[in-house]
């Protein structure tokens, strides 16, 4: 698997901002997140909690609906990143059991929900 499809439709999780060139995403099991919101983080782990909170508590409202798009627009992201690893999963001949395990349900379940990944 050489990245999700389409990853260039993708946003970041934490600000909602669609990735761009001159603010790359980097992502790992759905989540995406954009090179300033990463520096933020990495800013928030050495600060701590404490300055984290108060961080977020001085968000503005225009910002607070901009963060609800943003985690909004996350369930689709998710889906497309759960399809492509499926995908990936099926293309290693994994087993709809295995995939049945990852998902939380039984192999047929699995194959119901994800079997047109296989007929693309
Ligand atoms: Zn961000």
Redesign the pocket.
């Known amino acids: 698997m050489r990245g999700p499809k389409g990853i260039s439709q993708m946003h970041?999780g934490?600000?909602g901002?669609p990735g761009a060139d001159d603010r790359p995403l980097l992502g790992g099991l759905g989540v995406m997140?954009?090179q300033?919101?990463a520096h933020e983080a990495v800013r928030s782990f050495d600060e701590g909690t404490e300055a984290a909170v108060t961080a977020f508590e001085a968000h503005t409202e225009q910002e607070l609906v901009r963060m609800l798009r943003g985690v909004t627009r996350q369930r689709p992201q998710l889906e497309r990143f759960q399809r492509d690893l499926v995908d990936y999963m099926r293309s290693r001949g994994m087993s709809w059991g295995s995939i049945g395990d990852g998902l939380g349900v039984a192999r047929q379940s699995a194959w119901e929900r994800f079997r047109r990944v296989e007929e693309r």
């Open positions: 970041c934490f600000c901002h997140i954009c300033l919101c």
